[in-house]
Every structure is written in structure tokens, then in C-alpha cells.
């Protein structure tokens, strides 16, 4: 952080208040008479009642939890206000992830405004879940609401569990396993890896998607069945889990912090991009990270303090001056800009073309490229976004000698190429079933042949999307958003294939995303057709505008 810290952001404020005092357990009950439990941590030496930071948890309250759950600001001047979700941790009623937040975190708002000890402000923190529980309440939480620091989050999980339309079951069924089997019984830093191996050693048995709750945890698992059940668009299931419409109704200022192999980042932008047209102003941070990486601890809990000490305390000193900064990859640089995306970014069609090549001149005239996707032997991923374990990038030449994935090269840069922002693909495919998935990749490959992938997205096909005449569907495929900067030599690599297993659950092909053992798996003979008339490209995000301000940092790679 030494070297973020030459990037114009103020230093932060001294230590003044070293301890704090703790009520445990208190109840809070809710409307339906059920108890929640919440610990209260307050700064000692304080006259006046501080200002309240809330943080609603399935995670625990103690031990190592504490430090996620905001326990370094109460030295700073905060009150804190841990409380455990319904269901875990001593809190009463049955955990029902993602269905409760915004009921039981209303009901907690109005108990809070209540108590003596309430200052009138309050601001709301927290990473992943707890950053969901947030925006679950914050739309109508009142005027005493005055600020919102949200890392690794996003204000709807739909998207996420079905990247595409695809299941995303590698993560999905971790959690689950996570949340439903330990709650308390092995610790917060334990039980992740636990839970993640018993979910990859089940989802590597390729039994059909309903028995893997049971095969990874010897139980059924209630959210994962609901998850599967609600697979389909339109669900109801979704109606009182998904906030993604009232974000630009918050009027508390919001900071967001991301990293750029985080499961959650393309829904975290678009909140983003909903408090922007909504007027608000929100500052935004993504850094070289994903879900389970320790390393934005620190940079989250500096940026956080400095806003809520902004916003709750009315001492702005802490605030850089521009709202977004960025830490570009292979520049090893953090940047900071005026919105998001970048001022003067520009989208460059870089196209398909036959024999694996890739450039900015047009399509060529050529038969499609062709391979056949089996979901019997579903294509793997290597690296990628996923919710435990590592999301690093790592050398993908092992999988590029699949004959189910295409790859297509560009010739060696002659000088630097940086992308920043959103990343897409104009594909023009051909398959001999309806039902099916694409899956495509963006690689940075080095002079010494390593290909390392940088970004990837999928869409799964159904019958409802159109078709020309000779059965070619034209699709987009929005792959995760970045800021990559392509040294001189090395080449730019795009993978298409069908499969990016465990990630997602493998298309059988029937149109059952349960894969029933009476409806076998059906493989997908696949074209990909690059011609004048079906110029498949993927789209890069170039910016020909120099940043606010930029410092070099290669501690964070």
C-alpha cells in the first residue's frame, strides 16, 4: 500500500479512541416474533452517542468474523451493530439466504432508532452477503441513513448464479455446503477450503445437478434445490431477492469496491452505473482481485473509514478527488479516473478469423470452424471467476489442446494495447441442437507461448433465440469487464468453446438443466462462422485518454 499511498489520497486519521466496550447478545425482535441476535461495540471516551455502523451477518459475530465485520472502525469514533442473519449463530427462525434481508433488516432499522444510545446517523458496511443485506434495506431505510461502503457485492445474486443463463455450480453449491453445514462448527478461515473441495470432488462425479447437494454434503440442501427450481426466467422465487431496481432510489452516498476476478464484479458495475443515472456520485475501486482475496482487505477498510468518516462525521480530509481508480493489470499501475467507464473509451472489432487468427482487418471468406462439444467430457475451465478458493490467472495452454475449444490468435503487438472496460463478443454460431452454451475467453499470451487468461463470459441458447434462415444465431456474449494493458510481443488469444466446468453445469443438450438420467446428455456439434456475412469479433474496450493520476504498483501481482 506504500505505493498506492503516492496516488493523491490523505493519509489516514490518528488513532485517538484504543478501546472500545461490548454488549453481547442483544435481542432484537422481529415482527413475526422471532429474536435475532446482535453484539453492540462501543468506543470508550466518547461522550455523545457516535455514529452507528450496521452489519447484518450469516458469518458469526466473533473471533476472526469481527474483522470483517467492521470491529477496526470502532477505535476510529463508531459505534458498531453486529447482528446474525435469521438462522445462524443463535438467531432464531430458519436461515432462508437471500429471502429475509429485507424484511429483518427493516424491522432491525426501526429497533435501532429506538434505543437511547442512537446517535440519528448510521451507516451500513460489508462485503459480499453482508454487502447484499445492505441494499436489501438501504432503498427505504430513511433519512437517517448517510452512507454505504459495499465491497465485492452486487444488489442482486440472479445473475451471478446463472452466468448467462448457465447454473453457476461451483459456487453455488460451495456456499451452500458452506452455510448449511458449519455455522460455527469450523472456523471462518477453515471452513471455505473444506467446503469447496467436498463441492469439486462432487461436481467431478458428473451425476445430474439435483444430487450433488447430497453428494457434497450427505444432506439435502434447501437454497440449492430452490436455486435449481428457480433456473427458469420468471421465477417468483426472485421477486423478493433481487434489489437491482431500487439502487438508483438510494439516496445515501455509496462507496464500491471490486476486483477484477470477482464473481460479483459485472453486477457490482451495474450498480454502479444505476446510482450514476440515478444523479448520485458514487466512488467505485477495482483492484487486481477476486472474491477470497486477502488483499483488498486493507485497501476496503482505508477507503471505507475515510467515507464514513466523510459522511458521519462531516470530515471530508480522507476523500481522494476523483471517484474511480483502477489498478490496470500488465501495467501494474493504479489509475484514477472520472466515471466508469473511462472517458473516451472506444469499442475496436477485432475479428475471427479461419485457421485460429485474430486481427482488426475484416472477416474473411471461409467455411466456419467447427468442434464438438460432449457433455459426457464437459470442457473445463482454468481460472476463471469462482466465489472460494483462487481466482489468479493461470496458464490455459493445457486446455487450448481440447478439440472442443477454438482458439484465435493475433499476430505479436507492435506496441502496447490497453483495454479498460466492459468486454463483449458479436458470435455468429450454427449448432445441431437448440439447446446450448458458449463460452468465451480473452487470453494474454507472453513471448514465451504462457497464455493466461484475462477475462471470459457464456450465454446458453435456447429455442427462443432467433435464427437466420440457414439456423445461424447471432448472439453477444458479455464477458467480465477489465483493465489489461497487452505488452509489445505478446499476442491476444480468443477461446470459444462450450463448457467452463465446474464454473457452470455442463449443457445436456435435452433442454432439462437437471440432466435426468431418462434424458441422456446430447452432444453439440458447433460452428462458428467468420465471413464477410457473419463477422464474428470480439470487442475490446481501448481508451486514448490519459488518466487524473497514476502510480506504479507491482506489489499487487
Request: glycine share 10%; hydrophobic share 35%.
Amino acid at each position: 500500500m506504500a505505493l498506492l499511498d503516492r496516488l493523491p489520497t490523505p493519509p489516514l486519521p490518528r488513532l485517538r479512541v484504543p478501546r472500545y466496550t461490548v454488549h453481547r447478545r442483544i435481542p432484537v425482535t422481529m415482527p413475526d416474533g422471532v429474536t435475532l441476535l446482535a453484539d453492540r461495540y462501543v468506543p470508550r471516551g466518547v461522550k455523545r452517542p457516535p455514529p452507528t455502523l450496521l452489519v447484518r451477518t450469516p458469518y458469526g459475530r466473533r473471533g476472526p468474523a469481527a474483522l470483517l465485520n467492521g470491529l477496526p472502525f470502532v477505535p476510529f469514533g463508531f459505534q458498531l451493530v453486529v447482528q446474525s442473519a435469521r438462522g445462524t449463530f443463535g438467531s432464531g427462525g430458519e436461515f432462508d439466504p437471500l429471502g429475509s434481508e429485507r424484511d429483518d433488516g427493516a424491522a432491525t432499522l426501526r429497533w435501532l432508532r429506538e434505543q437511547p444510545w442512537f446517535g440519528g446517523s448510521v451507516g451500513l458496511y460489508g462485503a459480499s452477503y453482508l454487502g447484499y443485506s445492505a441494499w436489501a434495506l438501504a432503498a427505504d431505510a430513511g433519512p437517517e441513513l448517510r452512507a454505504m461502503a459495499l465491497q465485492i457485492t452486487a444488489s442482486s445474486f440472479r445473475e451471478a448464479a446463472y452466468v448467462g443463463g448457465s447454473f453457476a455450480l461451483e459456487s453455488t453449491l460451495t456456499w451452500t455446503d458452506l452455510t448449511h453445514r458449519q455455522n460455527g462448527r469450523l472456523g471462518v478461515l477453515t471452513a471455505p477450503l473444506v467446503s469447496r473441495r467436498r463441492a469439486l470432488k462432487a461436481a467431478a462425479s458428473l451425476r445430474p445437478l439435483a444430487e450433488l447437494d447430497v453428494l457434497t454434503g450427505g444432506a439435502p440442501m434447501r437454497f440449492y434445490q430452490d436455486l435449481l427450481a428457480a433456473h427458469a426466467d420468471g421465477s417468483d422465487y426472485w421477486l423478493t431477492r433481487d434489489f437491482s431496481g431500487t439502487v438508483g432510489e438510494v439516496e445515501a452516498p455509496v462507496t464500491l469496491l471490486g476486483g477484477w476476478y470477482d464473481v460479483f464484479l459485472p453486477w457490482e458495475l451495474k450498480d454502479y452505473l444505476a446510482l450514476r443515472a440515478a444523479g448520485q456520485r458514487p466512488y467505485l475501486t477495482i483492484g487486481p482481485w477476486w472474491h477470497a482475496d486477502a488483499r483488498h482487505g486493507i485497501v476496503a477498510f482505508r477507503e471505507s473509514l475515510a467515507w464514513f468518516r466523510a459522511h458521519l462525521m462531516g470530515d471530508p480530509s480522507g476523500l481522494r478527488k476523483h471517484p474511480v481508480r483502477l489498478y490496470v493489470t500488465g501495467a501494474r499501475e493504479w489509475r484514477d479516473y472520472r466515471d466508469w467507464p473511462p472517458p473516451g473509451m472506444r469499442q475496436e472489432r477485432w475479428h475471427l478469423h479461419k485457421g485460429g487468427g485474430l486481427g482488426k482487418d475484416g472477416p474473411q471468406q471461409h467455411a466456419p470452424s467447427e468442434y464438438r462439444y460432449d457433455p459426457e467430457w464437459p470442457t473445463p475451465a482454468l481460472g476463471g471467476p469462482t466465489l472460494l478458493g483462487s481466482s489468479k490467472p493461470v496458464d490455459n495452454r493445457p486446455l487450448e489442446k481440447r478439440s472442443d475449444v477454438l482458439v484465435f490468435t493475433s499476430p505479436p503487438l507492435t506496441s502496447e494495447l490497453e483495454l479498460i472496460g466492459p468486454v463483449s463478443a458479436d458470435i455468429y454460431l450454427r449448432s445441431n441442437r437448440p439447446h446450448t452454451d458458449l463460452i468465451v475467453r480473452l487470453c494474454d499470451v507472453d513471448e514465451e507461448g504462457v497464455s493466461r487468461n484475462v477475462c471470459e463470459g457464456g450465454l446458453r441458447l435456447t429455442p427462443v433465440h432467433p435464427a437466420d434462415a440457414d439456423g445461424v444465431h447471432r448472439v453477444t456474449v458479455d464477458l467480465w469487464p477489465t483493465a489489461r494493458r497487452f505488452r509489445p510481443g505478446h499476442r491476444i488469444r480468443v477461446h470459444v468453446t462450450s463448457g467452463a466446468y465446474p464454473k457452470v453445469a455442463a449443457n445436456p443438450g435435452t433442454g432439462d438443466p437437471l440432466t435426468s438420467t431418462s434424458s441422456p446428455p446430447v452432444p453439440a456439434d458447433q460452428e462458428i462462422f467468420h465471413d464477410p456475412d457473419h463477422p464474428s469479433a470480439i470487442l475490446l474496450p481501448t481508451v486514448h485518454r490519459s488518466p487524473e493520476a497514476a502510480v506504479p504498483d507491482p506489489t499487487q501481482e
